[in-house]
């Protein structure tokens, strides 16, 4: 009688050790996210904004938040709603920005982050050469974008002055802006950098 031949025992395939180039892509990538975030943290932005436009992890973040801007991140959620960006001053200040970021946009090859802070950065050079305080922050100004993406915000054409302004998706024809008819109390502001009309 013979012996019953020995069944080989199934090994586990031997797992590979990521190759040298796997690994330094993703150090790379990882500096880049680390990068971004710093920049993101510079320009002002909410801890939202860094979790929507970077891949690090939220306690990354935390870490990094502090450590740049030297106190801890603000809490609370980011107010959800388009009409800051359509009363009077907050809408000519939101227009600028958006008919920077728009022809920015038509000109220059840039990933959407790149875009948004050189837009932003337009935005801040126009009102400090026209001596007015930037009443839109960065992370109002990424509301914004991300409203105009979901076709929430546009732009409409003043029927006088040609201009582009923020307005609702579904402004009449006939859309006058506010600096053609500003409401009553505009520009009677006596605070500095607010917008005046003469």
């Known amino acids: 009688m013979t ?23 993703s150090v790379l990538n990882d500096a880049r996210q680390i990068e971004r975030a710093v920049m993101l943290i510079e320009m002002g932005a909410r801890m939202q904004v860094l979790e929507s436009e970077t891949t690090l992890s939220y306690e990354r ?4 938040y502090k450590e740049v801007a030297g106190k801890s991140p603000s809490k609370g959620q980011l107010p959800f709603s388009t009409d800051w960006f359509l009363t009077w001053q907050e809408n000519i200040h939101s227009s600028l920005f958006l008919n920077i970021y728009e022809y920015l946009s038509k000109g220059v090859a840039l990933d959407s982050v790149e875009l ?57 024809r006939h859309y006058t802006c506010g600096l053609c008819n500003p409401p009553a109390r505009a520009g009677k502001s006596k605070s500095a950098g607010a917008l005046t009309l003469h």
Request: with cysteine; net charge positive; aromatic share 8%.
């Open 3 to 25: 012996a019953p031949a020995a069944t080989a025992t199934p090994t586990a395939p031997a797992k590979s050790a990521p190759s040298a180039k796997s690994v330094a892509k």
């Open 61 to 64: 973040l935390i870490r990094l």
């Open 116 to 172: 948004l802070t050189r837009a932003y950065r337009l935005y801040n050079e126009q009102v400090a050469a026209a001596e007015i305080e930037p009443l839109l922050s960065f992370t109002r100004a990424w509301r914004l974008v991300k409203f105009v993406d979901a076709g929430m915000l546009t732009r409409t054409q003043c029927s006088q002055c040609k201009g582009q302004f923020v307005s609702e998706l579904y402004e009449n």
